[in-house]
Structures are given as C-alpha cells and as structure tokens.
Nanobody, 127 residues
Framework: QVQLVEYGGGWAQPGGSLRLSCAASGGTVSSYATGWFRQTPGKEREFVAAISRSGMNTGYADSVKGRFTMARDNAKNTVFLEMNSLKPEDTAVYYC????????????????????WGRGTQVTVSS
C-alpha cells in the first residue's frame, strides 16, 4: 500500500508563500486521487484541495481558492501544494491523503474517501 510523507511546512509571514510536498512510496501517486487537508487544535480536519487520478481535475476549498494550487509530478511520485498570499488563519497541520478512484477524473472533498494518510506537517503564518 502507498505511504505518504509531507515536507515543506514551516513559518511564513502574512502575505508570504510556502510550498508543501507529499512524497509517495510503495505505490504510484498517479494511481490515486490525492488531496490536502488541514487541522487546527480543537477543530475538525477540513478539506483544502484535491486532484484527480488523471491530474486533469482539481478542486479547492472556498477559503483557499485563488491562493493555493495543487499539482503533481509523476516522475517524482510527488504531489505539491503551492500556498500564496498566506493568512494567519491558514495556520494548521497539513495532511496529504490518497484515495482509490474508479474514474480517473474524480477528486474527493470528503475525508471518508481517503484510505491513506501522511503524518502531517505544521504550517504557521504569523508576523
């Protein structure tokens, strides 16, 4: 089964940028629909972005639309989350996840669709 490891978390000032990476092993990332979720203490984990198995379809939470971009590099077996115009409310632990998808064009907003999860990486946005 696929294992996922997130990289690239850290600290950024409001208005700044960070790029998160999620490296897959034990499976090819292009065989799955993949997503990013985030969680802050005391809150439910929430959907951030997702990309379909084909890489042709993406979806974003309204709170990050226009600021975050999800992409995939099949050669590196890695998915990315480019985060721009960061806000303090983006502070959270970010998780990468992979889902089995029967269609290459589907992506998923619900955590229930994702069978495989990384351990998360902390992102802190503050001045």
């Amino acid at each position: 089964q696929v294992q996922l490891v997130e990289y690239g978390g850290g600290w950024a000032q409001p208005g700044g940028s960070l790029r998160l990476s999620c490296a897959a092993s034990g499976g090819t990332v292009s065989s799955y629909a993949t997503g990013w979720f985030r969680q802050t203490p005391g809150k439910e984990r929430e959907f951030v972005a997702a990309i379909s198995r084909s890489g042709m379809n993406t979806g974003y939470a309204d709170s990050v639309k226009g600021r975050f971009t999800m992409a995939r590099d099949n050669a590196k077996n890695t998915v990315f989350l480019e985060m721009n115009s960061l806000k303090p409310e983006d502070t959270a632990v970010y998780y990468c996840a992979a889902a089995v998808a029967t269609s290459p064009y589907l992506w998923f907003r619900s955590q229930a669709n994702y069978a495989y999860w990384g351990r998360g990486t902390q992102v802190t946005v503050s001045s």
